[in-house]
Structures are given as C-alpha cells and as structure tokens.
C-alpha cells in the first residue's frame, strides 16, 4: 500500500503531524496543570471568603450548630463544593457531605495558615476514597454557654478530578483542531509531494524511453532546485549515452571497414598465387610483399586498439617520475629531423628549460612523436612544422594552477572548423583516402588523448584552414 515514493512521503508528514500534536498535547498537559490547580485554589478561596463571612454572621445570631449547617448546606450546594467546619483539636463539627462529622481530622487541623494570606490549602482522601484539594480560613463562632465556644477552620473542598475537567475541555478542542490539522496537512502533503513525485515519474519514463533504444531524451524540469539538478545530470548523461552509442556504432563501423581493406587484398593475392595467376615468380614475389605489408598493417592497427583500450580501462599504469618534458620533446624533434628533411619540411623546436613533471617519460614522448609525425604528414614540401615548451598558469577555484604547455604547429591544409572536435576519436580522418595511402588508421590521436588524460592533463586541437594547424598539450605541474 505504501510502496510509492509518494504515499511514503504522505504517510511521514502525516505521522510527523500526529507526533507533534501528541508531544504538544502532553506538553500543554504539562504546563497547563499547575496552572489549573492554582485557579482551582483560587477559586475555592473566592468561595470561602463570603462563606466565612457567613459563617460568623450566623454565629452572631446565637443560632444552633444544626441551624449553621443547615445553611451551609444550601451554600455548598450553590458554590459546588463540600463544606466542613474543624475543632481546633482537629475534631470536625460538622460536614456538609456527612462523612466527617464528629470524627477527628487532625491532618486538617495541624496545617498553619500562610503568615500573608491567612488560610490553608492542600488535599486530603474522604472515608469513601475521594481526592479531594480544599482552602481553609479561620473563623470565630460564639454560641451560648451550653455549646461549643470556638470552630478555629472552615475548609471549602472539592473533588481533584473536578480540576482536570478543564483538561478534558482542552483535550476535547484540541482533539478537533487536530482532526483539522491533520485534514489540512494530509491535503498539502498530496499537493507538496504531487510536485516531487511528477518530475521523478518523468525522470522514470525518460530513463525507460532511453532503455528501450530512443537517446533524444531532454527533460525540461524548472522545479525543484534539486529536481532541476537532476534533470540538468540527466539530460547530460543522455547526450552522453547517445554519443557512446554513436561513437561505438562508428567504431565497430571503422574496424569493420578499416580490417576489410588489407583483408581483401590479402585474399585476393593469395588466391593469385594458389591459381598461379601472379605472373611468374616476380608476380608471386610482389604478392607475397602485399601481404606481409598488409599483414604488418593489421598488425600495427591491432596493437593500437589493444593499446588504447588498456589505457582507457587502466590496464596501462602510467609512470610516476620526475620528467623533463623539455628533454623529450627535443629528442623527439631530433628524432623526426632526418624525415622532415627528405620531406623538405622545415622542422624547428624551443625549448628552454622546465621543471620537472611528473608523469610516464616514455608515453609523452609516444603523444609528441604521434603530433609531430601527423604534422610532418600533413605539411607539404617547403612548409613548416614548429614545436614548443613553455610553463603556463591560470586562476582555477581562487588559486592559481601551473602547467607544462607542450604545442605542434604546422603549415599544412589546415582541418575543418566542423570536424576540430572529432580528430580525436578512433578512426577518425580528415582525409581518409591520403591518410590510407599514408598507412595511417585515425588512432594516433585517441591514443595520445587517452595518455595526457591519465596525466591529468587536457589536449585540443586549433586550426585555419589553408593556414595549417595547432595543436596543445597542457599537463598540470606538483606543487
């Protein structure tokens, strides 16, 4: 019954509500009860004043015992309350209730009035076993010399339970005020939870929608602020997904393609040579080189997918050594200055000195080479390919961060602006036909992203096109 976040929600505000009425009904209870012991004296007391009054008016009349209670019977049965007139030796002279006349009521007897107000107070149990709290007053009453002289207390009693009946007003009232509190917050509580349930139900159906194979998803949620947090999360992670699904449907598409060359032309001069359709021995021998060069080329695209995705799944721990990037990217550029030449591509490099970085010295050197062989490739004769080193920072949080900056710059065609986002995805060519006929298969950037990334650091791409290309490297610097 209460399965849903909803009908839980419900059923917590309900409950707080009822708790908090019980603690506050027990809290009232608690507070409000002296209270109404005090009024209760107080009123006893407004009774006993005039009674008393009464009481030596009457003894003034020189009236009998039995006449006095006869009146005080009337009065008691006006007022409420039960009515005794105490011997000072604690024997009661009479008792409107007609339980305590003639016997001793010492407990009553013995109480010293308040030295400021004059009168006593406190409770006592009757022979029937009935609370009852009672104000006493001294009076004076003078008969004849028959009987008796004095009455020293008049006690003005009534039942302890008569002081809770306020309690059971109030419990009574507040009983309906809390019906109708309840009534109001169970209604706001369905229209409060009705606001955080629907965009959750949203969120449930979105997610449902994109299990079932449909990634266009975008909630558009304004409130709550939490809510519009998650819905913000959501839409991310969709695109996310969307572009994952995407990126694996082009990948399996590019190996497939990518595998599909070098695999026909491997079949295909092999049936050449088993039908004895090369041409002789020289036919058989330059076969033979398609397929080793074929063979090498699906070997090299197999060990970089295996590769990247070691890096990409952490399966590559990255070195964690102090490394002069300035060093590497020298050697690098030496190590490229023989093609550059045949090329006749200028290739240039500065470098001054660095701090160290820490990071894998081998796998940079793997991204600068990768950079610099694709700028090489991309730049024709008489252009230019320059590298360069230097120490960056920038504001990050209120602090200020440090970084190597590591950029390739060449004056080759250039890449689309549309396409600058997607040079580092697997496969991924400007130019597939020259890159193919380059021996090229689109993972040296991915690659070279995956290895900055596991350092920490970011890589981009900038370009004119027509003008050449500009790509950077920034890896953060310890300390």
């Not at 009425?21 to 005039?50: E, M, Q, S, W």
């Not at 079932?212 to 996310?240: C, H, T, W």
Request: glycine residues 8%.
């Amino acid at each position: 019954m209460f399965k849903s976040l909803r009908s839980r929600l419900v059923l917590s505000y309900v409950f707080v509500v009822v708790l908090s009425l019980l603690l506050g009904f027990i809290t009232l209870v608690v507070v409000i009860r002296p209270v109404v012991l005090r009024l209760t004296y107080a009123t006893l007391l407004d009774k006993a004043l005039p009674t008393a009054r009464l009481v030596n008016e009457l003894a003034q009349q020189e009236i009998t015992l039995a006449q006095i209670k006869a009146r005080l019977q009337e009065q008691a049965e006006e007022q409420g309350v039960r009515i005794l007139l105490v011997q000072v030796r604690g024997r009661v002279l009479l008792d409107t209730g007609n339980e305590l006349e003639g016997r001793q009521a010492g407990d009553l007897a013995s109480d010293k009035p308040d030295p400021k107000t004059h009168y006593v107070r406190g409770n006592f149990q009757s022979p029937a076993g009935e609370n009852l709290l009672y104000i006493g007053v001294q009076v004076t009453v003078q008969q004849d010399a028959a009987a008796v002289q004095r009455a020293h207390l008049l006690i003005l009693a009534a039942p302890a339970r008569d002081s809770w009946a306020f309690l059971r007003e109030l419990l009574s009232g507040f009983m309906w005020a809390g019906l109708v509190t309840l009534v109001v917050a169970a209604i706001l509580a369905l229209i409060l939870t009705r606001s955080l349930s629907a965009p959750i139900k949203k969120i449930a159906a979105a997610a449902h929608t994109i299990a079932g194979g449909d990634y266009d998803q975008q909630l558009n949620i304004d409130y709550p602020a939490e809510m519009k947090e998650v819905a913000f999360s959501f839409n991310q992670m969709a695109r996310e997904v969307k572009q994952s699904r995407q990126s694996m449907r082009d990948f399996v598409a590019n190996v497939s393609h990518e595998l599909k060359t070098p695999l026909t032309s491997i079949q295909g001069f092999a049936d050449a040579i088993l039908d004895g359709a090369a041409g002789g021995e020289e036919g058989q021998r330059r076969a033979a080189g398609v397929i080793r060069d074929e063979s090498t080329r699906m070997s090299r695209m197999v060990e970089q997918l295996l590769d990247l995705s070691k890096i990409e799944s952490g399966q590559i721990a990255m070195a964690r050594h102090p490394v002069q990037v300035d060093q590497i990217l020298q050697a690098c550029v030496e190590k490229l200055s023989l093609a550059a030449r045949e090329k006749g591509v200028q290739l240039g490099c500065d470098c001054p000195s660095l701090p160290p970085l820490m990071g894998d010295g081998d796998r940079l050197a793997q991204v600068f080479t990768n950079l610099l062989d694709n700028a090489l490739k991309h730049t024709p004769a008489g252009g230019k390919v320059s590298a360069a080193a230097r120490v960056a920072s920038e504001m990050t949080g209120g602090a200020e961060a440090r970084f190597v900056e590591v950029t390739v710059m060449d004056t080759g065609s250039g890449i689309p602006a549309g396409e600058l986002d997607r040079v580092f995805e697997r496969f991924y060519q400007v130019d597939k036909s020259r890159a193919r006929a380059r021996g090229g298969a689109g993972l040296g950037l991915a690659i070279s992203r995956s290895i900055v990334e596991a350092h920490g650091g970011r890589i981009w791409a900038e370009s004119v096109e027509g003008l050449g290309s500009r790509f950077v490297v920034r890896m953060p610097l310890q300390g």
